[in-house]
């Protein structure tokens, strides 16, 4: 079982540069997340995606962009890296309850350290 | 919106002993109330979890309690053991609505042996 698959697991960027968070999942959830993890501060919601072709700012979505265009894809992509982008960053899918929109258990992927210098 | 705290930041316990994680939120319109246990180099995943219907919810050794009125809630672990140790985070949202939900700083809990 797959499940949420984060890639890459490690990267370290210089100051300026752009680079795109992978996340796939093999679930078939509607739902899908980008959080990003600072030390003591808890995981803060970056964007969410309700289903494909729809996306929406979270709490902290300065700086990101994403785009959902299959269920099973839903990338990060950072323009203009600068060092407060420094942290853990993760990926995380949640199901649909029927025709229903309910809160269910949300499945993460093992994130992604990002270093910028 | 809504504004999750979470206490203590960090806890140690000796093995056997209970563990009390509390959190308070600010939107009296959440309902649902997950927590999420984070193991070393993973992502979280879900250990319990309590709609506002119901004021305590049982599993095995966790357990979990709700104030509506007070607009908290809590973590309760006993028998601890050295597998218990991880970071927890409680999260508030809607019941009615998958579309987010807003997490709490973290507990680190250490269990000694």
């Known amino acids: 079982n797959a499940g949420v698959t984060q890639t890459p697991k490690f990267r370290i960027l210089k100051i300026g540069q752009s680079m795109t968070l992978q996340c796939t999942q093999d679930?078939?959830?509607?739902?899908m997340y980008w959080y990003r993890q600072d030390p003591g501060m808890g995981l803060k919601l970056i964007y969410y995606?309700?289903?494909?072709?729809?996306?929406d700012k979270g709490e902290v979505p300065n700086g990101y962009n994403v785009s959902r265009s299959t269920t099973e894809d839903f990338p990060l992509r950072l323009e203009l890296a600068a060092p407060s982008q420094t942290s853990v960053y993760f990926c995380a899918s949640r199901d649909r309850k029927g025709d229903r929109d309910m809160n269910t258990e949300a499945f993460f992927g093992q994130g992604t350290r990002l270093t910028v210098v | 919106g809504e504004n999750v705290e979470q206490h203590p930041s960090t806890l140690s316990v000796q093995e056997g002993d209970s563990a009390v994680i509390k959190c308070t939120y600010s939107?009296?319109?959440?309902?649902?109330f997950p927590w999420y246990k984070q193991e070393l180099g993973k992502g979280p995943q879900l250990i319990i979890d309590?709609?506002?219907?119901?004021g305590e919810k049982k599993d095995q050794r966790i357990a979990v309690t709700l104030n509506k009125t007070a607009k908290h809630f809590s973590l309760h672990i006993t028998e601890t053991q050295p597998e218990d140790s991880a970071v927890y985070f409680c999260a508030a949202g809607m019941y009615s609505s998958a579309s987010k939900i807003i997490f709490g700083s973290g507990t680190r809990l250490s269990i000694r042996p």
């Open positions: 939107d009296s319109a959440s309902n649902y």
């Open positions: 309590i709609r506002s219907n119901v």
């Open positions: 679930m078939n959830h509607n739902y």
């Open positions: 995606s309700v289903g494909a072709g729809i996306t």
